[in-house]
């Protein structure tokens, strides 16, 4: 996010919705998408999307953190640099969303508006994720935040890119328990019976050993 800034090539679309904001209210920045990302948790009401442990932190560090992160990188000097800064942003933040959704710990708000709806609309995670940013874009732009070249390329490639990472970061869920050995084919009954075949019974008769019919016991 704070890359996105420095690149001052444009807002992503929810930082336009943010700044737009900012500007019609005292809070600042930080404090706004934090405030943002509190309210856009009522509309995981209707689509049933459950918290957890990343949503909360999510709300928590997210404000903090893009204050404490604006003061670090440099504004970039040069076109060259303005479009190093807007690609690495998007691509971190597509790689940093599919990280800690794939977690299974809770998306954040925002992400959690897109999985929710994705999992009740059964559309694919790239659409979800485009109409959410464009719709947010539409608003950000009507309350006065900052658009450019770089706002259409996040609001276009975010939603792609989070459902390439997405996979190659989900965490597997714990596998159901192993069924228990039938004795089928391979397995241990049929290990038993063939080993109990192999060779001649312990304690046998010397004929029985030689494979020779046993003569019969005298009257």
């Known amino acids: 996010m704070a890359l996105m800034l420095r690149a001052g090539l ?10 737009g904001l900012q500007e019609r209210t005292p809070l600042s920045f930080g404090m706004v998408t934090a405030v943002v990302g509190a309210a856009v ?3 995981w009401c209707p689509l049933q999307q459950p918290p957890g442990l990343g949503t909360v932190s999510n709300v928590v560090v997210i404000g903090f953190s893009v204050a404490a ?7 970039a000097e040069g076109l060259a640099w303005q479009v190093v800064f807007m690609l690495a942003s998007v691509v971190l933040n597509a790689v940093a969303g599919g990280a ?8 954040g708000p925002r992400d959690g508006l897109m999985t929710g709806l994705v999992h009740r609309t059964g ?3 790239r659409l979800v994720r485009t ?3 464009v719709t947010v874009l539409a608003v950000g732009l009507v309350l006065g935040g900052s658009v450019g070249v770089g706002t259409v390329v996040y609001a276009l490639g975010i939603g792609p890119l989070v ?3 997405l996979p190659l970061f989900t965490v597997p869920e714990r596998d159901a328990a192993r069924p228990v050995d039938d004795g089928g084919p391979g397995g241990s009954a049929g290990s038993a019976g ?26």
Do not use: K, N
Not at 194 to 219: D, L, N, T, W, Y
């Open 10 to 19: 444009g807002l992503d679309p929810w930082d336009v919705f943010h700044q």
């Open 41 to 43: 948790l009522l509309l």
């Open 69 to 75: 992160s604006l003061r670090v990188p440099p504004g």
């Open 100 to 107: 800690y959704i794939g977690a299974r710990l809770g998306p």
């Open 123 to 125: 559309r694919s995670v």
């Open 131 to 133: 109409c959410i940013e």
């Open 163 to 165: 459902q390439i990472f």
């Open 194 to 219: 063939s080993s109990g075949s192999s060779g001649p019974v312990e304690g046998a008769s010397p004929a029985a050993r030689r494979g020779e019919p046993e003569a019969a016991a005298p009257a």
